[in-house]
């Protein structure tokens, strides 16, 4: 199966979307399955959005085809994260040392339908709508889809799933023993809040990722081209302090005034925004192999889904559509052969991303806020200027370049081994001069005699 192979993408979400590009790009003939109705012609589901903080990986795999560009002219750029305390004034944390970098707000929905728009135009591609896969063969490519009108059946040379954390192809595989998978949800959900613009104009500063950080929960918000913010809660799933312990008007909105005081003002449709929009899951999706017999993958979420509290993962997803297809310019496009190859170069660093993911929600929880931290942050961006290019941050290299992921967990722990060397080595010597000051001052003073002034207690050498 080399050249002008027949594709089955299942799913034509954001990773499916651009996959489908590179592959016609490739020459192969390329059919996309979506269980989903046509999104650019009906509304968007209720409280599902978590806007996109688009970084450099995804704009790294947009620029290669061209759609950079068109993506970016509804893209707000964030230069930092603004931070809401619950009394006291706001403190804008920049995201790089000099300030000049930012993270881009975008639609999750907008940013979906561009990608349409651009497989559905490309040669060699058919966008199928309305299909959900029920049942695959992984040694055929033989595929089942339940369509409205009833069973469709359809098959490929490949098939590769895009279709999600809740991926059907991975449950096919699932099923007929080719891989195995862990499911580890997170004990928190996430619902969604709107801040409508104020006078046509954006209620917060929309330069920033807004962040109220509480503890054991919190809320971010990110600014939208039409001036509102799409507000995020991410709050525990039980307890006190869960959704479902907040359950009338009254409550929700005696908890808002005492937790986000700032919010209600912002917010008019708040209590509805809470009673009526769903509470989504949060966990980390670890399987494998990735594929089978050589012509059944998964890619983005559907192999490795990951936690959103790094911002990466669509950025993750559009960078493995950039290294499959490099892993096809190293095989002469023989599946095969590039599907091991895919897996083998990048797991490690889906691995990287999805725990930073993780210590990521604990920073922005629990850290921001403190003193402590923040002193950390202006050391480590002084670092940053004093040394150019050889003190790097995480959150630079994670953002702002396409250095592997597990590279950067790599050039991290050796930055901070050396940088506690360096401490530890600096107080070493700060001490031993001190000593050696105090040694030489007792030596200078030890055989002299002391007399007093007269008419005091002082004495003087």
């Not at 970084?55 to 790294?60: A, F, I, K, N, V």
């Not at 991410?234 to 009338?248: E, H, I, M, R, V």
């Not at 806020?369 to 630079?396: D, I, M, T």
Request: aromatic letters at 6%; proline letters at 6%; glycine letters at 10%.
């Amino acid at each position: 199966m080399t050249s002008r192979s027949r594709v089955a993408v299942v799913g034509a979400g954001l990773a499916g979307c651009l996959l489908a590009c590179y592959l016609a790009r490739r020459g192969h003939r390329v059919t996309v399955y979506e269980r989903r109705p046509d999104p650019r012609g009906g509304t968007a589901e209720r409280g599902r959005s978590i806007n996109l903080a688009l970084s450099e990986r995804g704009l790294d795999a947009l620029r290669r085809i061209g759609l950079d560009k068109q993506v970016m002219a509804d893209a707000l750029p964030m230069r930092g994260r603004m931070i809401h305390p619950v009394a006291g004034p706001l403190d804008l944390q920049l995201y790089s040392a000099g300030g000049d970098r930012a993270i881009n707000s975008i639609s999750r929905g907008a940013l979906n339908n561009a990608l349409l728009d651009a497989a559905e135009a490309a040669d060699g591609v058919e966008i199928v709508f309305s299909h959900r896969l029920v049942d695959l063969d992984p040694a055929t490519g033989a595929m089942t889809y339940q369509t409205p009108d009833g069973e469709a059946h359809a098959d490929a040379d490949v098939v590769i799933g895009t279709d999600g954390a809740g991926s059907a192809v991975r449950g096919q595989l699932l099923a007929h023993d080719l891989l195995t998978e862990s499911l580890d949800f997170l004990d928190y959900g996430y619902k969604e809040l709107t801040i409508p613009p104020v006078d046509g104009d954006f209620a917060l500063d929309p330069g920033a990722l807004h962040i109220w950080p509480r503890g054991t929960s919190m809320m971010i918000a990110l600014p939208n081209p039409d001036r509102s913010f799409t507000c995020t809660l991410f709050w525990p799933t039980g307890g006190t302090g869960s959704f479902a312990s907040l359950s009338s008007p009254a409550a929700i909105e005696r908890h808002f005034a005492t937790h986000y005081p700032d919010l209600p003002p912002l917010a008019p449709n708040l209590v509805d925004d809470y009673q009526h929009n769903p509470v989504g899951l949060l966990g980390t999706v670890r399987c494998g192999p990735w594929q089978a017999n050589g012509r059944i993958g998964l890619l983005g979420d559907a192999a490795h889904a990951i936690v959103p509290f790094y911002g990466q993962g669509a950025n993750c997803a559009f960078e493995d559509v950039v290294v499959l297809d490099r892993c096809l310019d190293d095989t002469g496009d023989d599946w095969a052969r590039a599907l091991p190859l895919f897996e083998e170069r990048r797991r490690d660093d889906t691995e990287a991303i999805a725990q930073m993911a993780l210590a990521n929600f604990v920073e922005m929880r629990d850290k921001v806020a403190s003193p402590v931290f923040q002193y950390g942050r202006k050391v480590e961006h002084a670092l940053e200027k004093a040394l150019p290019g050889r003190y790097v941050s995480r959150y630079e290299m994670v953002s702002f370049s396409t250095t592997p992921y597990a590279q950067v967990q790599r050039r991290v722990r050796t930055q901070h081994r050396v940088l506690g060397a360096a401490v530890a080595g600096a107080a070493a010597l700060l001490i031993g001069a001190l000593g050696a000051a105090v040694a030489k001052r007792a030596a200078g003073t030890g055989g002299t005699s002391r007399r007093r002034r007269p008419g005091t207690g002082e004495g003087e050498a």
